[in-house]
């Protein structure tokens, strides 16, 4: 698959101009032929994260980490998921994980303070 893929291009352009009906029917009609294409995977997950569909976001984050489980964006927006569906245990190791790989990363500390403080 080449860097400037046709399809992955159509798809990040309708998502990005707020098409997310066509972006998620456009998106359906090519998911087999990136069924292993962590970013396709993850533009997906994102369309469905900014329609607040947990469960649909969720499942296309997890096929990313399931490929690329040190993807530290997908790690960060799988934890704000489970904060969200009021999981703090798995929006704990997301968070965990994001800080092993990168110790500095601010959001993480920020959230997970804001967990901890929270229970």
Same mark, same amino acid.
């Given at each position: 698959?080449? /860097?400037? $893929? ?8 309708? +998502? %990005?101009?707020?098409?997310? %009906? ?24 994102s369309i ?5 569909? +947990? ?9 990313? /980490?399931?490929?690329?489980? $040190? ?8 934890? $704000? ?9 798995? +929006?704990?190791?997301? /968070? ?20 901890? $403080?929270?229970?």
């Open positions: 698959m080449g /860097l400037f $893929n046709y399809d992955r291009r159509k798809l990040r352009k309708l +998502a %990005k101009n707020g098409d997310y %009906k066509e972006a998620i029917e456009f998106g359906k009609s090519i998911e087999k032929k990136f069924d292993q294409d962590t970013d396709f995977l993850f533009i997906m997950g469905f994260y900014i329609l607040e569909d +947990a469960k649909t976001s969720l499942s296309y984050f997890d096929r990313v /980490l399931s490929i690329n489980p $040190n993807d530290i964006e997908t790690l960060l927006l799988k934890s $704000n998921i489970q904060i969200f569906l009021q999981n703090k245990e798995l +929006a704990t190791q997301c /968070l965990n994980k994001i800080l092993q790989l990168d110790p500095e990363h601010q959001e993480a500390k920020l959230l997970l303070e804001k967990i901890s $403080n929270n229970q």
